[in-house]
């Protein structure tokens, strides 16, 4: 079955960086499209960046400018470079995926895979 593991969640300082890791299993990210969503406590969960297959990518308004992110097709990792962070980050991280060449979307009912998620705390 398909599996996603997230990974390099941390608490850091406003300002600070932190870089997120998405390893996939049983899956080919040459025909996934896939993001990263987060959601804080008591609120709802958001699309923070999306990635078509090929690496074309979209971001929320929030992110756009701090956070990138990337792919290695031949590794099946997902990455997500979190820059210039800040209190309003602090959230749990979640790698999604779905088949298909690219959707590109910030809506969580699109992706039908997910993974456990990794906690993103910044003070």
């Known amino acids: 079955h398909v599996q996603l593991v997230e990974s390099g969640g941390g608490s850091v300082q406003a300002g600070g960086s932190l870089r997120l890791t998405c390893v996939g299993y049983?899956?080919?990210?040459?025909?996934?499209?896939m993001g990263w969503f987060r959601q804080a406590p008591g609120k709802e969960r958001e699309g923070v960046a999306a990635s078509c297959s090929t690496g074309t990518s979209a971001y929320a308004d929030s992110v756009k400018g701090r956070f990138t992110i990337s792919k290695e097709n031949a590794k099946n990792t997902l990455y997500l470079q979190m820059n210039n962070l800040k209190s309003e980050d602090t959230a749990m991280y979640y790698c999604a995926a779905d088949r298909g060449l690219c959707a590109l979307s910030d809506n969580a009912v699109d992706y039908g895979y997910w993974g456990q998620g990794t906690q993103v705390t910044v003070s």
């Open positions: 049983n899956l080919d990210y040459n025909n996934y499209y």
